[in-house]
């Protein structure tokens, strides 16, 4: 089909591509390179946030689904892939990496139809996406062991190797299927893993033809499984399996304390990237016109519904009143539509699930005394009102230990909170229990490298916010998580060191 197509015939037609599992048969959970039903043949739906008509039905897998992926994964891991050399497993990886550039209009529409995100920034992320599947082939021949000068008696000699951890249990949310997985996907191939991946209920197609596509490009069955289901059943299962080694997960920090919870039978090593309240500060003497557009976008982008969005905005008290009017104004610019029109700029949120908590977070913030500057309507009138879609929204007069500034809401929601000098800004900057993200807005460097410096938070953003590349490593302090995605450290996390010690003689 033609994604270039004008945007109403690019609505209508999205539906025939492969029915986007719009069938008579569910799409399938892959276990061991085969597309099975689950053991107790259920399924569930997914939807279309833009419309809340039913996309697909998709098999729900359980704990006995569980068992079988890991299972088939162990054998894998036991097996064949084992023996694959570096240079082996990174032919597989840049197949994988072509099937998925080759298909990628489906990639963008399987997550605009989803999740809700925009067609155009689905589109806009193929380079990120597949530099992210090249940059983890690259890493297959770059790990390695070193030797080791000691201090031992006698003829000693040192070294040590690096292998893979084993079976890992992945589990994704749905606020950006593509990517996400492919973040999970990455390191196990590099590292000669195998994988038994869980995504989000919301948002389970892309993982599932990703899975295809693996088997396409040469990875061995039981390599990656997938097994869709809810959180709370077979992802409970996978965190607290006996066979798994280590569990990678991206979502809330509420699941991510049950994961650590369950992962203490085997006391399996553990990624957790968790929730956000970034700080976004803007200092009086920023660039103010890059810094109302990127502000704004770094909130509003994907509706609000990325983990390190700068969902509190710092402003210097004496530009306070006319930077938040501007972000107002820029705020009410942002075209909210369905995802599949090219002009949409804001998407709906994820659920009526999503909706309802947002909405509750408005309330409560208006409760405490913030005011509402713009926005916070949900759109019930023409072809939006059947979807979840919310006008993007700013609050002022922000108290920075109010809930709406504390607590993440994952919405289109920015809190503007005041500051005095670096030093407050710092301050309220660390107030929170967690430690994701964060941005910085001057044109005084030696102010930029010394707020960055005393902000607790895995990634800062000086002068543009959200850029992410496959080198960098992204992750979090404090309750935002622990461990790291992209980089070298991410396919560290992959990996075990194993010490031999030889006596010559």
């Not at 809401?409 to 005041?418: D, E, N, R």
């Not at 990634?459 to 992410?468: E, I, R, S």
């Amino acid at each position: 089909m033609n994604f270039e197509a004008a945007p109403s015939d690019l609505k209508d037609n999205t539906m025939n591509q492969h029915n986007l599992g719009r069938t008579e048969i569910a799409r399938k959970l892959i276990i061991d390179g085969q597309f099975v039903m689950p053991v107790d043949g259920q399924t569930f739906g997914t939807y279309n946030p833009a419309t809340g008509e039913l996309l697909a039905t998709v098999a729900q897998g359980d704990a006995r689904d569980i068992d079988l992926a890991v299972a088939a994964a162990r054998r894998a891991f036991e097996g064949p892939w084992s023996r694959f050399t570096p240079f082996q497993r990174q032919e597989v990886i840049l197949k994988f990496a072509d099937l998925v550039d080759r298909q990628f209009e489906e990639f963008s529409m399987l997550d605009t139809l989803d999740m809700g995100m925009p067609i155009t920034l689905t589109r806009a992320r193929r380079q990120r996406a597949i530099g992210m599947i090249r940059f983890y082939a690259s890493m297959c021949t770059a790990i390695g062991g070193r030797t080791l000068p000691n201090s031992l008696p006698g003829n000693v000699f040192a070294y040590t190797l690096k292998e893979p951890v084993g079976v890992v249990g992945a589990i994704t949310p749905w606020n950006a299927p593509l990517t996400s997985t492919i973040w999970k996907i990455g390191p196990v191939l590099a590292t000669g893993c195998t994988m038994v991946l869980k995504p989000a209920e919301d948002a389970p197609l892309t993982a599932l033809r990703l899975g295809e596509l693996a088997l396409e490009a040469g990875v061995p069955p039981g390599v990656i499984n997938v097994v869709p289901g809810l959180g709370t059943v077979a992802g409970a299962a996978l965190a607290g399996h006996m066979d798994v080694d280590k569990v990678a997960f991206t979502g809330s920090d509420a699941t991510g304390r049950r994961i650590i919870e369950a992962s203490k039978g085997n006391i399996k090593r553990l990624m957790l990237e968790l929730g956000g309240k970034s700080p976004d500060i803007v200092f009086a003497d920023a660039d103010l016109d890059k810094a109302v557009a990127g502000t704004g976008m770094g909130i509003f982008g994907n509706s609000g519904q990325i983990c390190s969005a700068g969902s509190r905005l710092l402003v210097e008290r004496s530009i306070y009143d006319a930077f938040v009017e501007r972000v107002a104004d820029f705020a009410k610019g942002l075209k909210v539509g369905n995802g599949v029109e090219a002009e949409t700029q804001i998407g709906p949120v994820v659920s009526s699930r999503q909706m309802q908590r947002v909405q509750s977070y408005l309330g409560i913030g208006v409760d405490e005394g913030a005011e509402v500057v713009t926005g916070g309507n949900r759109l019930l009138e023409g072809p939006l009102a059947q979807g979840y879609f919310l006008e993007p929204t700013v609050m002022k007069n922000v108290g920075h230990t109010m809930r709406v500034a504390q607590e993440e809401i994952f919405g289109p929601v920015v809190t503007a909170i005041p500051f005095d000098g670096p030093d407050d800004a710092i301050r309220i900057a660390n107030a929170t229990v967690y430690g994701l993200g964060s941005g910085i807005w001057t044109r005084d460097v030696a102010k930029a490298h010394t707020v960055a410096k005393g902000i607790r938070s895995g990634t800062v953003w000086v002068n543009c916010y959200g850029m992410l590349d496959p080198v960098i490593p992204f992750g979090g302090y404090k309750m935002s998580g622990y461990g790291r995605e992209s980089g070298q450290d991410h396919v560290e996390e992959y990996l075990a060191t194993k010490a031999v010690v030889l006596q010559n003689g």
